[in-house]
């Protein structure tokens, strides 16, 4: 699980991240003083699970900030003040960790973190299809159908072999939509479907379509992602 904290307490700051650091499968991406930095950060970021977020802090507050984030991330609170707390539950936090946050305390909350984690990935697993809205109509789209994803502004588009749909939805919420086994993401305005890739070039992936092929860039921070995400066999 890749994380972040937004906390302009510098002690409590450092006190998280050596949690983290002792906690197997939880990685520390970033530490923000400034909530406003971390929001531009998030903007940028597609791979972030879990969020140790501090509430009173300066120009944003730790609710503001959850009023702004769009995307399932999960959110643990750090506070020193537990009167946010019956208002932070409403925005269905993981939990919510009382200054000075002990490391009994801190396993206590990822291990809620670590099964909700689970569950959203189970739940992705079990599906084989998405719907999606076309007109006043839901339609139905098997993973194996879909080859690429591509946004178009505020909206994106799913190509198949035979159709287009296009929908208004960013592209970050579907990349939380669709299963990571299945569907990997090259460009911040490109989801392939491992399976309809056919070749992957210096800076582009080939996926065949059906009157001929398209070309689809690779972005230079996916492409590592994208190497891990197939079975490359390279002497």
Not at 166 to 177: C, L, P, S, V, Y
Not at 179 to 204: A, L, M
Request: glycine share 2%.
């Amino acid at each position: 699980m890749n994380s972040i904290i937004i906390d302009d307490d510098k002690l409590s700051r450092r006190i998280i991240e050596e949690f983290i650091r002792k906690c197997e499968g939880l990685e520390l991406m970033q530490s923000f003083a400034d909530p406003v930095e971390a929001m531009n950060y998030l903007k940028r970021e597609d791979e972030i699970h879990l969020i140790f977020l501090d509430i009173e802090m300066p120009e944003m507050s730790g609710i503001d900030l959850l009023n702004l984030l769009k995307d399932p991330i999960q959110i643990i609170i750090v506070s020193s003040k537990e009167k946010y707390a019956l208002n932070a539950f409403e925005y269905d936090v993981t939990d919510y960790l009382l200054k000075p946050v002990t490391y009994p305390r801190f396993l206590k909350a990822i291990d809620r973190a670590v099964s909700r984690f689970e569950k959203n990935k189970m739940n992705l697993l079990g599906k084989e299809e998405i719907f999606i809205k076309k007109n006043s109509s839901l339609v139905r789209l098997k993973y194996d159908d879909i080859l690429w994803v591509e946004a178009l502004e505020n909206y994106v588009t799913f190509n198949t072999f035979r159709e287009k749909f296009t929908i208004h939805f960013t592209m970050k919420a579907i990349e939380q939509k669709l299963p990571g086994n299945k569907f990997t993401r090259v460009h911040r305005s490109f989801i392939v479907n491992t399976k309809s890739i056919d070749v992957i070039e210096d800076k582009n992936v080939i996926v065949s379509t059906i009157d001929g092929s398209k070309s689809i860039p690779i972005g230079k921070s996916y492409k590592e992602k994208l190497m891990k995400d197939i079975n490359v066999i390279i002497k």
